[in-house]
């Protein structure tokens, strides 16, 4: 692993974590047992290149495929403190799994992400900027716009890699992705670009709060967050990422997904 780098600007004084901030990451896991060493290697370099204090917690739902050994050497690793396996018995869901996950987490902020590598950590430093720049309680990745919201100010340090963007999907893939956003956007006028993203950074006390209140289930989940979150008045931010297909393993993205999706937007436009 050792020939993987992370080349990442240094944090401005104004826009670093203090000394007090804990970042809790929770990565649900289903069959990731090669993808596992590489990202948390990955947010480990991440954080410790940027002094920020961290945890990871790894929520598996009883994946055949070894993943819980993986993890268990990497809490061997990294430490106990640093690396945290909490196993589910079975595949429960994706919502239900933040919530077992933040039973655990003991840092001020949680970032939530995928496992299988298509989320890359280089782009958490750019959330912590945005979120320290105008005291937000979420900043979400977006792989549908080229600029940070809200923008910087002139004079105030940069934020973001370059433009979001989707790669390793074929145009079928492309045009649902699209499609579902353009659906909710339309519907629900949630005030983001890309609603159905899964990687964010989140203040504990407001996912706390937001996930008491959601009902959905799946993929659904991501949505109804953002969704309450504005009902709630909570400040919500945007970060340009890059977001690259998995690299070991198969998605889990199922038909059935796509269409409790919408459901889930016309169930929400309804309830919230």
């Given at each position: 692993?050792?020939?993987?780098?992370?080349?990442?600007?240094?944090?401005?004084?104004?826009t670093a974590p203090s000394g007090s901030d804990k970042y809790s990451v929770i990565l649900p896991t289903y069959?990731?047992?090669?993808?596992?060493?590489?990202?948390?290697?990955?947010?480990?370099?991440?954080?410790?290149?940027?002094?920020?204090?961290?945890?990871?917690?790894?929520?598996?739902?009883?994946?055949?495929?070894?993943?819980?050994?993986?993890?268990?050497?990497?809490?061997?690793?990294?430490?106990?403190?640093?690396?945290?396996?909490?196993?589910?018995?079975?595949?429960?869901?994706?919502?239900?799994?933040?919530?077992?996950?933040?039973?655990?987490?003991?840092?001020?902020?949680?970032?939530?992400?995928?496992?299988?590598?298509?989320?890359?950590?280089?782009?958490?430093?750019?959330?912590?900027?945005?979120?320290?720049?105008?005291?937000?309680?979420?900043?979400?990745?977006?792989?549908?716009?080229?600029?940070?919201?809200?923008?910087?100010?002139?004079?105030s340090v940069s934020v973001g890699l370059g433009p979001g963007g989707v790669y390793g999907w074929d145009l079928?893939?492309?045009?649902?992705?699209?499609?579902?956003?353009?659906?909710?956007?339309?519907?629900?006028?949630?005030?983001?670009?890309?609603?159905?993203?899964?990687?964010?950074?989140?203040?504990?006390?407001?996912?706390?709060?937001?996930?008491?209140?959601?009902?959905?289930?799946?993929?659904?989940?991501?949505?109804?967050?953002?969704?309450?979150?504005?009902?709630?008045?909570?400040?919500?931010?945007?970060?340009?990422?890059?977001?690259?297909?998995?690299?070991?393993?198969?998605?889990?993205?199922?038909?059935?997904?796509?269409?409790?999706?919408?459901?889930?937007?016309?169930?929400?436009?309804?309830?919230?």
């Amino acid at each position: 692993m050792s020939s993987y780098t992370i080349d990442m600007p240094p944090l401005d004084a104004s826009t670093a974590p203090s000394g007090s901030d804990k970042y809790s990451v929770i990565l649900p896991t289903y069959n990731e047992r090669k993808n596992l060493p590489v990202i948390v290697w990955l947010l480990a370099k991440t954080f410790e290149s940027k002094g920020i204090q961290w945890e990871i917690i790894v929520v598996d739902d009883a994946s055949p495929d070894g993943t819980q050994e993986v993890a268990k050497q990497l809490a061997g690793i990294y430490g106990e403190d640093k690396v945290v396996l909490k196993p589910r018995a079975g595949k429960l869901g994706l919502g239900t799994a933040y919530v077992h996950g933040l039973n655990f987490c003991t840092g001020n902020f949680v970032i939530i992400m995928d496992a299988d590598f298509s989320h890359h950590p280089k782009f958490i430093p750019e959330f912590i900027k945005l979120q320290k720049l105008h005291n937000l309680d979420i900043v979400t990745g977006t792989r549908y716009s080229s600029v940070p919201t809200p923008f910087p100010s002139r004079n105030s340090v940069s934020v973001g890699l370059g433009p979001g963007g989707v790669y390793g999907w074929d145009l079928k893939r492309k045009l649902v992705s699209r499609g579902a956003n353009y659906l909710a956007d339309t519907v629900l006028r949630p005030g983001v670009s890309d609603l159905t993203g899964s990687f964010r950074l989140y203040r504990k006390s407001v996912i706390q709060d937001i996930i008491s209140r959601c009902t959905s289930k799946g993929y659904v989940f991501q949505m109804e967050i953002i969704v309450r979150a504005r009902s709630l008045g909570y400040t919500v931010g945007e970060v340009p990422i890059t977001f690259v297909d998995r690299i070991y393993g198969e998605s889990k993205l199922s038909g059935n997904e796509i269409v409790g999706y919408a459901k889930g937007v016309l169930s929400l436009w309804w309830g919230v």
